[in-house]
């Protein structure tokens, strides 16, 4: 089966089940078991969520400083979760694809498998979110429009990423393409290297 034929309704999953109490709060119920993919896509797209809805609320032009600066704590801790995770998705690939063997003329892609599925995940996020501007009742008939149109891009963006990412890893497991994968090795987080943080040992 296609990757993308797994991972899509996985990350729909997810995100309904987040909208049913719509809450940043709420904590997760992962329905996949601990060591499966299945359990690191659907954590994936609950993460990208969760952080959808915290970048909203950050937005407030009344939010209260104090708690925009735990919020902000909170965006950092969720984005260095997220590259964590997609990092972790990464090393299931090279196990899948550890015994290919890559043609003599074999070359690498420009982003890993996982990172172009991190794409996929907000994808469907911006799809779910943009759907519900195109059908929101209450909205101007302009702006449903507009929302509608861009709607039927993101859908299109969806198709394509979905067959680009199903062919990078058609063409991993014959040894066209090999994977390389370099962590992010954020530099802001590491109390090694960030001034601000090291100046303070």
């Keep these: 089966m ?8 996985i990350f729909e999953a997810a995100i309904r089940d987040y909208h049913i109490t719509d809450n940043v709060d709420t904590p997760i119920s992962n329905p996949y078991p601990q060591g499966q993919i299945e359990h690191d896509l659907y954590l994936k797209c609950w993460i990208d969520t969760v952080q959808w809805h915290f970048e909203d609320i ?24 997220r590259t964590d ?16 063997e890559p ?9 890993s498998p996982a990172w172009a599925i991190d794409r996929l995940s907000i994808l469907a996020l911006k799809i779910y979110h943009m759907r519900q501007e195109a059908e929101r009742r209450e909205a101007a008939e302009d702006h ?10 993101l859908l299109e ?37 960030n001034p601000v943080l090291y100046s303070k040992k």
């Design 103 to 111: 043609q003599a003329d074999a070359t690498i892609n420009t982003e």
């Design 2 to 9: 296609e990757f993308t034929k797994l991972a899509q309704p």
């Design 85 to 100: 995770l997609v990092e972790r998705i990464d090393s299931y690939f090279l196990t899948v694809y550890k015994d290919v």
């Design 144 to 153: 449903r429009r507009k929302c509608a149109d861009k709607l039927a891009v």
């Design 58 to 81: 950050i937005r407030d032009p009344d939010i209260d400083p104090a708690a925009a600066l735990v919020l902000k704590r909170r965006i950092d801790k969720s984005n260095q979760d």
């Design 157 to 193: 963006q969806q198709r394509d990423l979905s067959q680009a990412i199903d062919t990078l890893l058609s063409d991993i497991a014959a040894g066209r393409k090999y994977m390389k994968v370099y962590k992010q090795m954020k530099m802001y987080n590491d109390t090694d290297t």
